[in-house]
């Protein structure tokens, strides 16, 4: 009925159908018959075939005769031969007698060419040879009279997998004819059910090649074309533009009519009095142009944040017409049209009003914004807090329904926020007499200047601290108190962050990247810590408990500190340094979206007084951040001396720590068929970390007497003490002394004071002779540890004088020495780093080190902040650094952290030597205290738990609630009457690093090991805690009293302590501590053994500190599980889960996170993530311990996970889904496109969102490690295949990935230049052009231009002169 042209366009779009393809499929033999007969003789539908065979479906042999029997008898006919080449490469042919290759080939003599003939032929012969094969396994098991056949013992079915007796026993008497009809039956199923899949997977594929068009679209400007490249800086120079396009956009925009200048605008609003009018001055008001010198700053919270991040891209025009809004209120000149009061009943501070107005953006919309005050950094100095006016942008309002209903509703919220704040601990005191501007009596008031222009005013403020609970009357003598406003959800116990707009935050705005946050205003906690000054050079220790904001105020002093260097016209060397590669790239995120936004604002009118554009600003005058390994690696080879490692052991080591990810690795292992489990190094050194020596420990080390030491133990003292100490570098003591062998002596360690080792003579003389058995094992084993890595550096360093330093420095030698050094989380490092840091500054008073020795991750490394004043005052001078306390906790209310602080008063008491001495954390807000219960069977607490109101057999828990188990042990032996989702329970050890606002602590101390040693507690005396809460710094916490004259005190058995005896209990402790401030609302501690949590049940209850419900009470007041919790609750928790989802949790994470988002309706999120987590099931299955049958269904899973993956239409599963397609063993030449479309992706994402960059980049390491891949794959077929097409393929991603050896031996081989054609497509791929700028094969097109790959450069040479060009 149709001409083909038609019909093939019908067929194109059936064929994305799953249902038809799957049709299709099935009747694809008889489809091309139909098609290759034309009922009008006007020979076959080409255009209908053409469609078909790109389908990459199954046809049979007759069908194939049909078509080739019916073509033009024309060898060079271009459909002929493309046609005989698509069914070779991309279909398959399918035989059905011995005859069937002769019925093809005896039609391809009279209408293919040369070429054609020799693929379809090829095609033919490999699936006659296949059925021939089946054949012949058919005959072997018609030869068995069961249908069975026997080899090797094993019992073996139709398909050659072995059956189990029992299957044989109760398998029915079928004849080889229905056997073997049922295996062709499943068999074909599954082909066609993988078949179908492969299709879809060709789909998708689609949507991620479109992907990467966009994102060339918006990478960065190039500098002018390859000829500037011979001046490298003065490329970098001339590329100095704005990098954004929709940037470029907005000023282009803004270029076409004339911009106002401040004082423009300010005397146009004078004169406004219309919406028109308003409208009008906003077109003349330039985005990108925010003027520092205004004299209002303009303040947004986070709900004014999000509804730039909703709506930038659905509703951009909408976004910059509110900041242009902004911008005019930032003038002080505010004329009725423009602000509005706004009527409010809520009252804060005291009864003072709240100052709300509103200002309209059209009919739909409204900004709501408050005269607020605010503390005020630019205004503050170091001893001097001020607080001023600002223009407080709570919400952007948008309903077109009832726009008055949503304003009364944000009106509410703010209401609540300030009535929240004023049962904050900190508040402000005001100084009303040092106000500046007197002619107003209320400092909610503004001021007027001289010219009618409104203009915030400022006052002298103090930041105090009140216990909770205590009186908030009124201050007195001219003084008032402030409180600031906190968030209006109950269960949220934190104060509200705001953001400040200047030109830098607006870009970032408009930018609506999702890598760029703004960064909150600093308080006056950060204040005082970014401009604490001693009177002489010290360096700063800063100590705090996880949640009181370390990590914050070290990135507020590390961007303070850059900007005083750069005012000084100065370019020293800052570093930042940690252990953990993801605390590292956070900071460097949070310290560059510093320099986007923070435009300084200098009062003055030069324009070179402006802070310049971040963009503009190259790495070298930016600070260094890393992490130790690499700072380590960068050490061993600029020092002078014997480095470390060798040039494949450096290169191994930096490979393995940057692909960290389990699918590189695993990548990697199946391309070169490694054991992933093998312990012993075979190339070169590896490195000993705890897990291997945990292996070592098993198997080598613990011999088979009893100990009372453990692994972990042994491992401390190793790493920390007989290794890692300042004594074991013996530096001075004898230079010759080999950097291997710098370890303390059996007479150094038993010389060490308790305070350091706290293990007994005895103890230690049993670590030290493990220790020597382990260092031979170690290096027999060709291994090294990271102490032999320190020491080396070391002896190398102490060789050095001040003056060598300075030389390398002057030869430019980075990172010696540092001007100022910057250490996070420093509790992870030893005695032994820190030396050789300190060593390595330019000034050792110049340091700047935070951390915790209560949440140590790093394992093996015993810290105390005691002990590096030490090291500071016996090495460095005598001067000891500033120690700083974070006691501030802004992540758990009071009563969760009086708990918490209880647990820590016994660790200080019976464990003092491993940890430093704290203050206990100080809630911001009081909250709900813990509570106890004490049950006898688990349908009891399930009962207490829900009560009467529980309508299912299960807990239904919330999105932010959790179950904490003592160890995995306990998890699994949780009782089905429980009724919880096992995905809700974790071990502490799993929860480590996780927040939930609920958290029930089920059976810790009827599991503990300790068992009743508990009963210690009764040691803890009035005096001890007395002596503890004796400094008022302390007391100021709000710890309650203990109360002894409870009759509980006598119900606990006495127990005396012995620190040896009982050493188990440190651990038990810290547990203890850690599962409970997991909690940010409320802790429930439930246990079924009452004789063994009484002891601690007792002390919580004498303390105060805890609630109790007994067997005849509930919790249904509070309604902690089952909480009813919203949608995008739900929503942003299984964010959070995929986030969280590492190590040892990640399948927990994982399965969380797939609920969250079930919970939330979010169905394609859901199956993304259960396709990530089969995925993570499959990674490192041993296909070669699978027998035949398991081989075919974990084939088929492959397909399937390949395909969610896919469908997730995620840049970050597209390499999980090659892999899967990689272990198929099917497709190795579309495995390498995607291997390459992923790096493509990764490359073109990167530089697009990165404004600093400039073209052409350089792709990153894991961006070159799938260039590789895809190379490796791509000359694997190429071998098979022989196409020019495939080479090019492989050469374009070696050079890519930077294997120009690799890409030279290719040329040099003859297999990728025959002809003069063939070169001149070769050399396209070398030369540099204004087109390819944006493509990663830039970077080696500039390294060719400039003869910096010589052997591939010789290789193209060799080429030209053979094809004679």
């Given at each position: 009925?149709?001409?083909?042209?038609?019909?093939?366009?019908?067929?194109?779009?059936?064929?994305?159908?799953?249902?038809?393809?799957?049709?299709?499929?099935?009747?694809?033999?008889?489809?091309?018959?139909?098609?290759?007969?034309?009922?009008?003789?006007?020979?076959?539908?080409?255009?209908?075939?053409?469609?078909?065979?790109?389908?990459?479906?199954?046809?049979?042999?007759?069908?194939?005769?049909?078509?080739?029997?019916?073509?033009?008898?024309?060898?060079?006919?271009?459909?002929?031969?493309?046609?005989?080449?698509?069914?070779?490469?991309?279909?398959?042919?399918?035989?059905?007698?011995?005859?069937?290759?002769?019925?093809?080939?005896?039609?391809?003599?009279?209408?293919?060419?040369?070429?054609?003939?020799?693929?379809?032929?090829?095609?033919?012969?490999?699936?006659?040879?296949?059925?021939?094969?089946?054949?012949?396994?058919?005959?072997?098991?018609?030869?068995?009279?069961?249908?069975?056949?026997?080899?090797?013992?094993?019992?073996?079915?139709?398909?050659?997998?072995?059956?189990?007796?029992?299957?044989?026993?109760?398998?029915?008497?079928?004849?080889?004819?229905?056997?073997?009809?049922?295996?062709?039956?499943?068999?074909?199923?599954?082909?066609?059910?993988?078949?179908?899949?492969?299709?879809?997977?060709?789909?998708?594929?689609?949507?991620?090649?479109?992907?990467?068009?966009?994102?060339?679209?918006?990478?960065?400007?190039?500098?002018?074309?390859?000829?500037?490249?011979?001046?490298?800086?003065?490329?970098?120079a001339n590329d100095v533009g704005e990098n954004d396009e929709r940037t470029n956009a907005i000023l282009a925009a803004s270029a076409k009519k004339k911009t106002l200048s401040s004082d423009q605008l300010v005397a146009a609003l004078t004169s406004c009095e219309t919406e028109d009018a308003l409208a009008d001055i906003e077109t003349g008001i330039?985005?990108?142009?925010?003027?520092?010198?205004?004299?209002?700053?303009?303040?947004?919270?986070?709900?004014?944040?999000?509804?730039?991040?909703?709506?930038?891209?659905?509703?951009?025009?909408?976004?910059?017409?509110?900041?242009r809004r902004l911008m005019m209120l930032s003038t002080g000149r505010w004329p009725y049209v423009l602000c509005k009061h706004l009527r409010s009943n809520g009252r804060t501070n005291f009864g003072k009003k709240i100052n709300l107005y509103e200002t309209k953006i059209d009919s739909a919309s409204r900004i709501i914004w408050e005269v607020a005050?605010?503390?005020?950094?630019?205004?503050?100095?170091?001893?001097?807090?001020?607080?001023?006016?600002?223009?407080?942008?709570?919400?952007?309002?948008?309903?077109?329904?009832?726009?008055?209903?949503?304003?009364?509703?944000?009106?509410?919220?703010?209401?609540?926020?300030?009535?929240?704040?004023?049962?904050?601990?900190?508040?402000?005191?005001?100084?009303?007499?040092?106000?500046?501007?007197?002619?107003?009596?209320?400092?909610?008031?503004?001021?007027?200047?001289?010219?009618?222009?409104?203009?915030?005013?400022?006052?002298?403020?103090?930041?105090?601290?009140?216990?909770?609970?205590?009186?908030?009357?009124?201050?007195?003598?001219?003084?008032?108190?402030?409180?600031?406003?906190?968030?209006?959800?109950?269960?949220?116990?934190?104060?509200?962050?705001?953001?400040?707009?200047?030109?830098?935050?607006?870009?970032?705005?408009?930018?609506?990247?999702?890598?760029?946050?703004?960064?909150?205003?600093?308080?006056?906690?950060?204040?005082?810590?970014?401009?604490?000054?001693?009177?002489?050079?010290?360096?700063?220790?800063?100590?705090?408990?996880?949640?009181?904001?370390?990590?914050?105020?070290?990135?507020?002093?590390?961007?303070?500190?850059?900007?005083?260097?750069?005012?000084?016209?100065?370019?020293?060397?800052?570093?930042?340094?940690?252990?953990?590669?993801?605390?590292?790239?956070?900071?460097?995120?949070?310290?560059?979206?510093?320099?986007?936004?923070?435009?300084?604002?200098?009062?003055?009118?030069?324009?070179?007084?402006?802070?310049?554009?971040?963009?503009?600003?190259?790495?070298?005058?930016?600070?260094?951040?890393?992490?130790?390994?690499?700072?380590?690696?960068?050490?061993?080879?600029?020092?002078?001396?014997?480095?470390?490692?060798?040039?494949?052991?450096?290169?191994?080591?930096?490979?393995?720590?940057?692909?960290?990810?389990?699918?590189?690795?695993?990548?990697?292992?199946?391309?070169?068929?490694?054991?992933?489990?093998?312990?012993?190094?075979?190339?070169?050194?590896?490195?000993?970390?705890?897990?291997?020596?945990?292996?070592?420990?098993?198997?080598?080390?613990?011999?088979?007497?009893?100990?009372?030491?453990?692994?972990?133990?042994?491992?401390?003292?190793?790493?920390?003490?007989?290794?890692?100490?300042?004594?074991?570098?013996?530096?001075?003591?004898?230079?010759?002394?080999?950097?291997?062998?710098?370890?303390?002596?059996?007479?150094?360690?038993?010389?060490?004071?308790?305070?350091?080792?706290?293990?007994?003579?005895?103890?230690?003389?049993?670590?030290?002779?493990?220790?020597?058995?382990?260092?031979?094992?170690?290096?027999?084993?060709?291994?090294?540890?990271?102490?032999?890595?320190?020491?080396?550096?070391?002896?190398?360093?102490?060789?050095?004088?001040?003056?060598?330093?300075?030389?390398?420095?002057?030869?430019?030698?980075?990172?010696?020495?540092?001007?100022?050094?910057?250490?996070?989380?420093?509790?992870?490092?030893?005695?032994?780093?820190?030396?050789?840091?300190?060593?390595?500054?330019?000034?050792?008073?110049?340091?700047?080190?935070?951390?915790?020795?209560?949440?140590?991750?790093?394992?093996?490394?015993?810290?105390?902040?005691?002990?590096?004043?030490?090291?500071?005052?016996?090495?460095?001078?005598?001067?000891?650094?500033?120690?700083?306390?974070?006691?501030?906790?802004?992540?758990?209310?009071?009563?969760?952290?009086?708990?918490?602080?209880?647990?820590?008063?016994?660790?200080?008491?019976?464990?003092?030597?491993?940890?430093?001495?704290?203050?206990?954390?100080?809630?911001?807000?009081?909250?709900?205290?813990?509570?106890?219960?004490?049950?006898?069977?688990?349908?009891?607490?399930?009962?207490?738990?829900?009560?009467?109101?529980?309508?299912?057999?299960?807990?239904?828990?919330?999105?932010?609630?959790?179950?904490?188990?003592?160890?995995?042990?306990?998890?699994?032996?949780?009782?089905?009457?429980?009724?919880?989702?096992?995905?809700?329970?974790?071990?502490?050890?799993?929860?480590?690093?996780?927040?939930?606002?609920?958290?029930?602590?089920?059976?810790?101390?009827?599991?503990?090991?300790?068992?009743?040693?508990?009963?210690?507690?009764?040691?803890?005396?009035?005096?001890?805690?007395?002596?503890?809460?004796?400094?008022?710094?302390?007391?100021?916490?709000?710890?309650?009293?203990?109360?002894?004259?409870?009759?509980?005190?006598?119900?606990?058995?006495?127990?005396?302590?012995?620190?040896?005896?009982?050493?188990?209990?440190?651990?038990?402790?810290?547990?203890?501590?850690?599962?409970?401030?997991?909690?940010?609302?409320?802790?429930?501690?439930?246990?079924?053994?009452?004789?063994?949590?009484?002891?601690?049940?007792?002390?919580?209850?004498?303390?105060?500190?805890?609630?109790?419900?007994?067997?005849?009470?509930?919790?249904?007041?509070?309604?902690?599980?089952?909480?009813?919790?919203?949608?995008?609750?739900?929503?942003?928790?299984?964010?959070?889960?995929?986030?969280?989802?590492?190590?040892?949790?990640?399948?927990?994470?994982?399965?969380?996170?797939?609920?969250?988002?079930?919970?939330?309706?979010?169905?394609?999120?859901?199956?993304?993530?259960?396709?990530?987590?089969?995925?993570?099931?499959?990674?490192?299955?041993?296909?070669?311990?699978?027998?035949?049958?398991?081989?075919?269904?974990?084939?088929?899973?492959?397909?399937?996970?390949?395909?969610?993956?896919?469908?997730?239409?995620?840049?970050?599963?597209?390499?999980?889904?090659?892999?899967?397609?990689?272990?198929?063993?099917?497709?190795?030449?579309?495995?390498?496109?995607?291997?390459?479309?992923?790096?493509?992706?990764?490359?073109?994402?990167?530089?697009?969102?990165?404004?600093?960059?400039?073209?052409?980049?350089?792709?990153?390491?894991?961006?070159?490690?799938?260039?590789?891949?895809?190379?490796?794959?791509?000359?694997?077929?190429?071998?098979?295949?022989?196409?020019?097409?495939?080479?090019?393929?492989?050469?374009?991603?070696?050079?890519?990935?930077?294997?120009?050896?690799?890409?030279?031996?290719?040329?040099?081989?003859?297999?990728?230049?025959?002809?003069?054609?063939?070169?001149?497509?070769?050399?396209?791929?070398?030369?540099?052009?204004?087109?390819?700028?944006?493509?990663?094969?830039?970077?080696?097109?500039?390294?060719?231009?400039?003869?910096?790959?010589?052997?591939?450069?010789?290789?193209?040479?060799?080429?030209?002169?053979?094809?004679?060009?």
């Open positions: 009925l149709l001409d083909d042209i038609s019909s093939s366009q019908i067929l194109k779009a059936a064929l994305k159908s799953p249902e038809s393809l799957a049709f299709f499929t099935t009747h694809a033999s008889q489809v091309l018959e139909v098609f290759s007969l034309s009922s009008s003789n006007k020979g076959v539908r080409q255009d209908d075939i053409t469609v078909l065979l790109t389908a990459k479906l199954t046809f049979n042999a007759k069908s194939v005769s049909v078509l080739l029997s019916n073509l033009e008898k024309d060898r060079s006919d271009p459909f002929n031969n493309n046609t005989a080449r698509t069914l070779s490469s991309t279909c398959k042919i399918k035989m059905e007698s011995k005859t069937d290759n002769k019925l093809v080939l005896n039609h391809t003599h009279e209408c293919l060419g040369k070429r054609a003939k020799k693929e379809i032929t090829e095609a033919v012969n490999q699936a006659f040879k296949d059925f021939m094969k089946l054949k012949q396994q058919q005959a072997r098991m018609s030869s068995s009279p069961s249908g069975k056949i026997i080899g090797g013992g094993a019992t073996l079915d139709a398909n050659g997998v072995p059956i189990t007796k029992e299957e044989e026993e109760e398998e029915p008497d079928e004849t080889n004819e229905e056997m073997e009809r049922k295996a062709k039956e499943e068999m074909e199923r599954k082909l066609t059910a993988m078949s179908i899949q492969g299709q879809k997977i060709t789909s998708t594929y689609q949507w991620y090649t479109e992907l990467l068009k966009e994102f060339e679209t918006k990478a960065p400007k190039d500098n002018g074309g390859f000829d500037q490249y011979d001046n490298d800086d003065e490329a970098k330039d985005l990108l142009k925010w003027d520092s010198l205004s004299p209002w700053i303009i303040d947004i919270t986070e709900h004014a944040h999000k509804f730039f991040r909703r709506h930038i891209k659905k509703d951009r025009a909408l976004c910059e017409r509110v900041i005050l605010a503390f005020s950094p630019r205004r503050s100095s170091k001893g001097n807090n001020v607080c001023e006016q600002v223009v407080r942008v709570w919400d952007i309002v948008l309903d077109h329904d009832n726009l008055s209903r949503a304003i009364d509703q944000t009106i509410e919220r703010i209401e609540k926020s300030h009535k929240r704040g004023e049962d904050c601990a900190i508040w402000a005191e005001i100084d009303k007499k040092a106000q500046d501007h007197p002619s107003s009596s209320n400092e909610a008031e503004d001021a007027t200047n001289s010219d009618g222009i409104r203009v915030p005013k400022y006052f002298a403020m103090s930041q105090e601290v009140s216990v909770i609970g205590t009186g908030r009357d009124e201050a007195t003598d001219g003084k008032s108190k402030h409180f600031d406003p906190a968030s209006d959800d109950p269960r949220q116990y934190t104060l509200l962050k705001f953001y400040e707009l200047n030109e830098g935050a607006v870009k970032m705005l408009l930018d609506g990247k999702d890598n760029m946050d703004l960064p909150f205003t600093p308080g006056p906690k950060e204040h005082e810590i970014i401009h604490h000054r001693s009177e002489t050079p010290k360096s700063l220790l800063l100590m705090g408990r996880s949640g009181t904001g370390k990590t914050t105020c070290l990135v507020f002093r590390m961007w303070a500190q850059y900007h005083e260097y750069r005012q000084q016209g100065t370019r020293p060397k800052q570093m930042f340094l940690t252990k953990n590669e993801v605390l590292c790239r956070e900071v460097q995120r949070s310290f560059n979206n510093m320099g986007r936004a923070w435009r300084k604002r200098i009062e003055t009118n030069d324009p070179a007084a402006i802070e310049p554009d971040w963009s503009t600003i190259t790495d070298a005058e930016k600070p260094e951040f890393l992490t130790s390994s690499e700072w380590l690696e960068n050490l061993d080879v600029v020092l002078p001396g014997e480095q470390f490692f060798t040039p494949f052991e450096l290169k191994k080591r930096v490979d393995t720590r940057k692909e960290k990810d389990s699918v590189t690795k695993g990548i990697e292992d199946y391309l070169t068929g490694r054991d992933v489990d093998e312990i012993v190094s075979t190339e070169g050194r590896e490195e000993m970390n705890f897990p291997k020596f945990l292996k070592l420990w098993k198997r080598k080390l613990r011999g088979s007497r009893r100990s009372s030491l453990n692994e972990a133990i042994v491992w401390r003292e190793i790493k920390s003490f007989i290794k890692g100490s300042i004594v074991s570098l013996h530096i001075g003591d004898n230079e010759d002394r080999s950097a291997q062998d710098r370890y303390l002596s059996l007479d150094e360690y038993l010389a060490l004071g308790k305070k350091e080792s706290r293990l007994d003579e005895t103890q230690r003389r049993e670590a030290y002779e493990i220790f020597v058995k382990y260092e031979k094992l170690k290096k027999e084993s060709g291994f090294y540890d990271e102490g032999d890595l320190v020491h080396n550096i070391a002896s190398r360093v102490s060789r050095l004088s001040r003056g060598d330093i300075e030389a390398l420095a002057m030869q430019g030698v980075s990172l010696i020495p540092v001007d100022s050094l910057f250490v996070d989380e420093v509790q992870d490092f030893t005695q032994s780093e820190l030396y050789v840091l300190a060593m390595l500054c330019r000034d050792p008073n110049n340091l700047f080190l935070a951390g915790d020795t209560a949440q140590s991750i790093s394992q093996g490394v015993d810290f105390r902040f005691t002990d590096v004043r030490q090291i500071f005052f016996e090495h460095f001078g005598g001067t000891k650094p500033d120690l700083l306390q974070l006691t501030h906790n802004y992540r758990s209310h009071a009563g969760v952290l009086r708990l918490a602080a209880c647990v820590v008063e016994l660790m200080y008491h019976f464990f003092g030597n491993s940890l430093d001495r704290l203050p206990p954390d100080l809630g911001l807000f009081n909250g709900p205290k813990p509570v106890i219960m004490d049950v006898t069977s688990t349908e009891e607490l399930v009962l207490m738990l829900d009560g009467s109101k529980r309508e299912t057999s299960r807990i239904e828990f919330g999105a932010h609630q959790v179950v904490i188990v003592r160890s995995e042990e306990a998890k699994k032996a949780l009782p089905d009457e429980f009724g919880v989702d096992p995905d809700w329970v974790m071990t502490v050890q799993e929860s480590k690093g996780l927040e939930f606002d609920d958290v029930l602590l089920y059976n810790f101390f009827s599991d503990s090991p300790a068992e009743d040693l508990w009963r210690i507690v009764s040691n803890y005396t009035e005096e001890d805690i007395k002596a503890y809460y004796a400094d008022a710094t302390v007391a100021s916490s709000g710890i309650q009293k203990y109360d002894w004259d409870s009759p509980l005190l006598n119900d606990t058995r006495h127990l005396d302590f012995d620190v040896n005896s009982h050493k188990i209990l440190e651990v038990e402790l810290k547990m203890l501590y850690t599962a409970i401030t997991r909690a940010r609302v409320n802790v429930f501690i439930a246990e079924t053994d009452s004789e063994l949590s009484r002891p601690m049940f007792n002390y919580f209850q004498r303390r105060a500190v805890v609630d109790v419900v007994n067997r005849e009470g509930s919790l249904s007041s509070v309604r902690v599980f089952g909480a009813k919790d919203t949608i995008e609750d739900w929503k942003n928790r299984g964010e959070y889960y995929l986030e969280k989802a590492e190590g040892d949790r990640q399948n927990s994470c994982l399965r969380l996170a797939a609920k969250c988002f079930d919970k939330a309706g979010d169905t394609k999120r859901m199956n993304q993530t259960l396709a990530y987590l089969s995925f993570t099931e499959i990674e490192n299955a041993d296909e070669k311990k699978m027998k035949t049958k398991q081989k075919l269904q974990f084939k088929e899973k492959l397909y399937s996970i390949t395909e969610q993956l896919l469908e997730a239409r995620d840049v970050g599963f597209l390499n999980k889904a090659a892999f899967c397609l990689l272990k198929t063993e099917e497709h190795d030449e579309y495995t390498a496109r995607m291997f390459e479309l992923y790096a493509r992706l990764t490359y073109a994402k990167r530089i697009s969102e990165d404004d600093s960059l400039m073209l052409p980049v350089t792709p990153t390491s894991h961006e070159k490690k799938y260039f590789q891949y895809a190379g490796q794959l791509f000359a694997k077929v190429h071998k098979s295949d022989g196409t020019f097409r495939l080479a090019v393929d492989c050469f374009r991603n070696y050079v890519s990935a930077g294997m120009y050896d690799e890409a030279a031996d290719m040329i040099n081989s003859g297999n990728l230049v025959r002809n003069n054609k063939e070169f001149r497509s070769l050399y396209q791929l070398c030369i540099p052009s204004a087109d390819t700028m944006r493509d990663p094969t830039a970077a080696f097109r500039k390294d060719f231009q400039r003869k910096k790959c010589v052997k591939l450069i010789e290789a193209v040479k060799s080429a030209a002169i053979s094809v004679g060009n």
